[in-house]
């Protein structure tokens, strides 16, 4: 079902993708707990799906919560826990908050070059993200490396 949520948000689907990712998750909490790796992974989904909506501040929660558990369950260099980070990076600078949304990015790029390499695709988006969030921020923190 997840994957059926997934479908309708790149279709632009954006309300019903959240209905979906909100059946599954209430689904999964209930067979697989609130800690599997599949649950978490439909949090992050219903995260996204609100964000596409401009619901930022309820995708923050959910993206606060996922991370949260995928560092418990998953660790902090999991590649999910880290498109998390990153996510819940987006949804932050997309209401403004760049002083918390720029040190998460900047973090997220670290660990991603660490566990993912510099020119995985992940390690690439998450890189772009960051350099988006400077760019409106008006911002100039140091980050090395970027753009080398």
């Known amino acids: ?6 479908a309708l948000g790149n279709q632009g689907k954006y309300t019903e993708a959240e209905e979906i990712h ?9 067979v697989l707990g609130k800690e599997h790796p599949d649950t978490l992974q ?6 996204l799906a609100l964000g596409n909506q401009g619901k930022y501040t309820e995708a923050e929660e959910i993206y606060r919560q996922t991370l949260q558990l995928q ?3 998953l660790g902090k260099e999991h590649p999910d826990t880290l498109q998390s980070m990153d996510n819940l990076g987006v949804i932050l600078f997309e209401q403004g908050n760049y002083d918390e949304a720029i040190p998460l990015q900047q973090q997220a790029v670290q660990l991603a070059e660490k566990v993912l390499g510099r020119d995985h695709p992940t390690t690439i988006m998450i ?5 988006e969030a400077v760019e409106n921020s ?4 140091p980050i090395p490396r970027i753009y080398e």
Request: no cysteine.
């Open 22 to 30: 909100r059946q599954t998750l209430q689904l999964q909490e209930k």
């Open 127 to 131: 890189i772009d993200n960051l350099a």
């Open 42 to 47: 439909s949090m992050n989904s219903l995260g």
């Open 71 to 73: 560092e418990k369950v």
């Open 1 to 6: 079902m997840n994957s059926l949520g997934l």
């Open 138 to 141: 008006k911002q100039t923190p």
